[in-house]
Structures are given as C-alpha cells and as structure tokens.
C-alpha cells in the first residue's frame, strides 16, 4: 500500500457517550461529517463511544457478535459515506464466556471494508475514593498487538489503559502513528493523561492520536476528555478539554522523517 507523502489532515472525536445506542451513533455520523468536512481523511473515535452506562455490566447488552451487528454496520457505512479511514474507538464484542466482551478496536478503510481488529490487552484497574474500576470483571483482555499498514503510514493500535505500556508499541516496530482511543477517569487523566501520550510520542517519534470521552455522562461518570493530536517531537498539536467535538491537525510525512535523522534514537536502541 503506497504511503502517502504530502500532507494529510487527521481527526480525534471527542464525546460524552449517553446510555443510548442510537443517540451516540447520530452524534459520532455528525461529528465524522464535520472531521470529513474540514479534510480529514483518518478519523479515530473514542473508546466506548457507542455507550456507557451506569453499570460495568450494561455493555453485555448490547454486545455484538464479530462482523454483525448494528454498530458495526454503523462504522462501515459511516467510513464509506464520509470516504475516511476509520479507526472505530472501541465497542463490546461477544466471546464464548456469557459474563464477559472482548474490548474491541475495529478499523475501515474509506470504501467501508474492515481492515483490523484490535482487541484490548491491559485491562483497568483503579481504586480512589468513590471511583472504582475493575474492568477484568466483564472484559476478556485480548492477546494479540496489531499494527496495521495504511495510506498513512504503519497504524499501532491500543486502547486507553495500554498506553501505559509501552513495550506494546515497541512489540510493533516502527510506527508513524499510535492510536489510542480512551475514557480516561478524572483523577488518572489530570495526572498522567498528556504526560503518557507525549512520552509515547517522542520514544517513538511517531505521530499520536488520542480521541477521548471527556464530560459528565448520564450514568454519572466523569470522564477526563482532553483529546489530543501529539507530534514526533512530543509537542500538543490540538486539544480539546471537554464537550463533544473534533480535534483536527495536519501531517507533513516529511516532519517525521527529519526528526527521525535528527535525532536516530530508534536506530541508536540496543537490545540485548
């Protein structure tokens, strides 16, 4: 697939997921229509933009059996109308267990074909207060990273808590842009949230993108928001704080590659 070499415009998705299905897909289409009118040509949305409840256990009802279901639909028509790649934040996909979803990331390309699944592999776990989290309890965790090949260069994917690992980007090889579709919690986004996207930027000189719920839902939840667009050299290129909205920047190739020859950090590693 051929890497493209002139500047290209990229969009996070910020919102504040409801407990309706329906509503959160009619506010996604509207905000992808507005990423594809203002020239975006990749698009990620956040993690659970199709749903947060107030209870851990509500994504079992609507989860969705791998390639069927009315959110999955959505994605592809909805990559196929606005003609962009569409990296699907993440929704419930059924597994063999009846108590538990795999945490999915679905990518399509512009023609609405589903080219990646993505499953998530570190699963939350969060203790402060009155907030806690134990996401083990209806997640399966995935096991396997993926990267994908795009017009945009090598895509790794991840999901919200696994950006704290990172020998999971380094699992991928070389990268031109990290995905990270997240619900950050309040208390973990304001302490470590743009910290851990720029460190992750600049270790591997690649390009991130970081769509985020970030408002106060119908379920009560807080989420952080403060979705972000990170360049090569771990500079903020867009932010938005909170509310539903879109996140655009622009990508010159060419940054990444003078940043990569000024400092070769990725050829300089040593592994033992």
Request: glycine residues 20%; without cysteine.
């Given at each position: 697939m051929d890497k493209l070499t002139q500047p290209f415009r990229i969009a996070a998705i910020q919102t504040v997921a409801s407990t309706s299905v329906d509503r959160n897909l009619a506010v996604a289409e509207e905000l992808i229509g507005d990423a594809a009118d203002q020239?975006?040509?990749l698009v990620a949305l956040p993690e659970w933009f199709c749903f947060i409840g107030p209870d851990e256990r509500d994504k079992l009802a609507i989860r969705e059996k791998d390639g069927d279901g009315p959110i999955q639909s959505f994605l592809?028509?909805?990559a196929a109308r606005f003609h962009v790649w569409l990296i699907g934040g993440s929704l419930p996909i059924a597994t063999t267990a009846a108590n538990k979803v795999r945490n999915s990331c679905l990518v399509f390309d512009a023609a609405g074909q589903r080219v990646a699944r993505y499953d998530k592999i570190h699963l939350f776990g969060f203790e402060m207060g009155e907030e806690k989290y134990r996401e083990s309890n209806t997640i399966e965790r995935g096991t396997a990273?993926?990267?994908i090949e795009s017009p945009f260069g090598r895509i790794g994917l991840s999901v919200c808590?696994?950006?704290?690992f990172p020998e999971l980007y380094r699992a991928l090889g070389e990268l031109d842009l990290i995905s990270v579709?997240?619900?950050f919690t309040v208390p973990t986004g304001q302490a470590h949230w743009e910290t851990l996207l720029r460190a992750r930027a600049i270790e591997n000189l690649a390009w991130v993108i970081a769509p985020a719920q970030?408002?106060?839902h119908e379920s009560g939840r807080v989420t952080h928001g403060h979705s972000m667009i990170v360049d090569p050299w771990g500079k903020v290129r867009a932010c938005l704080p909170e509310?539903?909205?879109v996140v655009i920047a622009e990508i010159d190739p060419s940054y990444q590659t003078k940043m990569r020859a000024a400092l070769?950090?990725?050829e300089n590693r040593v592994v033992d």
């Open positions: 020239g975006a040509r592809s028509r909805t990273p993926q990267a808590y696994d950006v704290r579709p997240s619900a970030g408002g106060r509310g539903p909205g070769p950090a990725l």
